[in-house]
């Protein structure tokens, strides 16, 4: 069973990594006079289109939207990664079942607060964390389940209940991840987007 770290130190702010492109391609055909009117109808298809989906570097402290499939209906939230706190090698190797598993590594716990902003209230579990990950100079850690719930300011996702509109919660994410990683990256994503990357430079 894993544990949270016991001496963690916070990563300090800045901006690095980068978002994952996105091109949105519209086409229109049509011949003679209907393509005349076929032109027309692309040009207002164009206007009236949805935007790209999301993703970007949002500054440390800056938070971001974004609709995510919950039950029972489609829910917009407000997210933001407050920070990113790492432990020592030797609390990597406490939390693990091997501590061969921990080699080298540090466990890398980010505080994400999730603000529900518009839809239904949750019935269930919040599927908003399921797209959070960890990275380490771009590549992702290892996800440690169960490790955060006990960590000081991160909730039970199990032990929410009625999730409504304008309330939040801070859910955690900890994931294992090099020592010697020059940045760590709180990625997250919402409903069929790219994701969102807060970077969190280490001394």
């Given amino acids: 069973m894993p544990h949270h770290p016991t001496a963690p130190r916070r990563a300090a702010p800045a901006a690095l990594a980068m978002a994952l492109p996105l091109a949105l391609a519209l086409s229109a055909c049509g011949g003679g006079d209907d393509g005349a009117r076929g032109t027309g109808d ?8 949805p935007p790209p989906a999301s993703g970007g570097r949002p500054a ?7 609709a995510v499939v919950e039950a029972p209906g489609r829910v917009a939230y407000e997210v933001l990664a407050q920070r990113v706190e790492v432990g020592t090698p030797a609390a990597a190797a406490e939390a693990v079942a091997d ?9 890398a716990v980010a505080y994400v607060r999730y603000t529900h902003r518009s839809g239904p ?7 908003v964390r399921d ?6 100079d771009g590549v992702r850690g290892g996800l440690l389940a169960g490790a955060p719930e006990s960590a000081p300011g991160c909730e039970d ?8 509109r ?4 801070v859910l955690c994410a900890a994931y294992l991840v090099p020592a010697d990683a020059g940045s760590i990256e709180v990625h997250w994503s919402d ?3 790219s994701p969102f990357v807060w970077t969190f430079p280490q001394g």
């Avoid at 440390?60 to 974004?66: D, I, M, Y």
């Avoid at 304008?166 to 919660?169: A, L, N, T």
């Fill in 99 to 107: 501590p061969a598993d921990a080699r080298g590594r540090v466990l």
């Fill in 121 to 127: 209230p949750l019935t269930g579990v919040a599927a």
């Fill in 60 to 66: 440390q402290g800056e938070s971001v939207t974004g």
């Fill in 191 to 193: 409903e069929g987007g």
């Fill in 157 to 164: 996702p199990y032990g929410v209940t009625g999730w409504g």
């Fill in 42 to 49: 692309a040009r207002v298809s164009a206007q009236e289109a």
């Fill in 166 to 169: 304008g309330e939040s919660h």
């Fill in 131 to 136: 797209t959070t990950a960890v990275f380490a």
